[in-house]
């Protein structure tokens, strides 16, 4: 009993160093960062560089935001919001990461999954960062740019191997119903390939993504890292 008080300090001081060591650590690190505008003024000059941090002498200054640019990372909104929680929902970041390895340490770049390897400055606006726990798809940081077609998407989503033979990804047809044609087709009906005659549905029926289904290819058509951060420029 003699020696509890030290027990419990012990027990303390490895926790506190932990939470200093992996949290605080990364909050210092993180938690000051900000979007940026693809140009900034210079401090002196007014003159416009790319970048957020500009070198003066032997010093790194910050450069100044232009107004009314556009600044990067943009936050998902409105449908493509909604669908990162249809993402999550259906487990696709246990099979999907979300980050680009530096050139080197990697395919990323043979396999075009980014032009540029991703930095913290790209997560800062996300809510929930979807880094992803492995990779037995693809990577999907930048899915929005290698494949903008909404119609790619939702036959892929309908049945992988109409887009991709081969690929171990499940069909998730519960984001699609069929019903009968109106008094025209819907626009983002599924055409089914022609290889697939048994897929197609009955004469007079048409095969539509549901409310999820939009949702989810809206969010998978906002992923794209089409920037350059100051800290992150495309390859060359």
Request: a negative charge; hydrophobic letters at 35%; proline letters at 9%.
């Amino acid at each position: 009993m003699k020696n509890l008080p030290l027990l419990f300090m012990g027990i303390f001081f490895c926790l506190a160093f932990s939470f200093s060591g992996l949290i605080l650590s990364s909050m210092i690190q993180y938690g000051h960062l900000e979007p940026v505008t693809e140009f900034v003024n210079h401090p002196d000059t007014g003159e416009q560089i790319p970048g957020a941090f500009i070198e003066i002498g032997d010093k790194l200054v910050q450069g100044v935001n232009q107004p009314d640019e556009q600044t990067f990372p943009i936050e998902s909104v409105g449908l493509a919001q909604q669908g990162k929680q249809t993402y999550i929902n259906m487990g696709c970041l246990y099979c999907h990461s979300q980050q680009v390895r530096r050139k080197g340490f990697g395919a990323d770049y043979e396999r075009g999954w980014g032009d540029r390897q991703t930095v913290p400055r790209d997560y800062i606006l996300q809510q929930r960062v979807l880094l992803g726990t492995s990779r037995t798809g693809p990577d999907l940081m930048s899915i929005g740019m290698r494949q903008p077609s909404a119609e790619w998407h939702y036959l892929h989503l309908y049945n992988p191997q109409f887009t991709s033979p081969g690929s171990i990804m499940p069909p998730f047809r519960f984001l699609f119903e069929t019903r009968k044609i109106g008094d025209a087709p819907s626009p983002d009906a599924l055409k089914i390939p022609d290889g697939f005659p048994a897929e197609k549905p009955p004469a007079g029926y048409e095969i539509v993504p549901t409310d999820r289904g939009r949702e989810l290819v809206a969010y998978l058509l906002s992923l794209k890292l089409n920037y350059e951060l100051p800290e992150s420029r495309f390859s060359e």
